[in-house]
């Protein structure tokens, strides 16, 4: 189990436009999943921490008011990239960690999502 | 300030042959440490983790990795490479609540 899924895996927007990538536990309720962005040949940067019923944790430098996180219920996070410009071209990955299992950063992650601004 | 640095950014081996990716961290307290292997385009894939005990790890598809506390290292290895492990690696850190993740490292694999 642990299985992590993301919708669509490949998305093109044009610019100006808002786009909204879903990441969803399949078989697991997740009190918190993270949302990474990845450029080619990079590693992953923590976005964002996204806790259920609460506001999403930023990290220093990620926009709040142009990437919206919202965690709604135990298995669904979304991540809407709002007013989308080509910068923001990349690969959005989720992760997931289970409810219940503390402070123990096994993270469980999503096969990612494509996105393309022209 | 915690990090992982993962020194060798491409390695190339030869199918058959022994692997061994470095990783080195940085974290004032015992580290939960984990492998990552990521293929083109595709999310993360957990090879194996270490939180306490039994410093050699296994993981799944052949892999073992080796908690050294003096030297601040989780190096993977694997001692016969298949084609099918060419891919990105990743070694990482949990702290506050995150994962920290090293640089990755690209494995090519010559017939």
């Known amino acids: 189990g642990a299985v992590v899924s993301q919708h669509p895996s490949r998305v093109i927007c044009k610019s100006g436009t808002s786009v909204k990538i879903e990441c969803r536990s399949l078989d697991f309720q997740a009190t918190t999943m993270f949302w990474y962005r990845q450029f080619p040949k990079q590693s992953l940067m923590l976005m964002a921490t996204s806790n259920e019923g609460s506001k999403a944790t930023y990290e220093q430098g990620v926009e709040k008011d142009k990437f919206l996180i919202n965690h709604a219920s135990l298995t669904l996070s979304t991540l809407t990239v709002t007013s989308a410009h080509p910068e923001d071209s990349s690969f959005y990955i989720c992760?997931?960690?289970?409810?219940?299992?503390?402070?123990?950063?096994?993270?469980?992650f999503g096969p990612g999502t494509r996105l393309t601004v022209t | 300030a915690q990090s992982v640095t993962q020194p060798d950014i491409h390695i190339t081996v030869s199918e058959g042959a022994s692997l061994e990716l470095r990783c080195n961290y940085s974290y004032g307290a015992t580290p939960y440490l984990f492998w990552y292997v990521q293929s083109p385009g595709q999310g993360l894939q957990l090879l194996l983790k270490y939180f306490s005990g039994d410093t050699l790890v296994q993981g799944i598809k052949g892999f073992e990795a080796e908690f050294k506390r003096s030297q601040s290292s989780f190096n993977l290895r694997k001692p016969s490479v298949h084609w099918s492990d060419a891919a990105e690696y990743f070694c990482a850190v949990g702290a506050r609540g995150k994962l920290i993740f090293g640089q990755g490292t690209e494995l090519s694999v010559k017939p």
């Open positions: 992760s997931a960690i289970k409810s219940g299992q503390g402070a123990s950063y096994e993270q469980y």
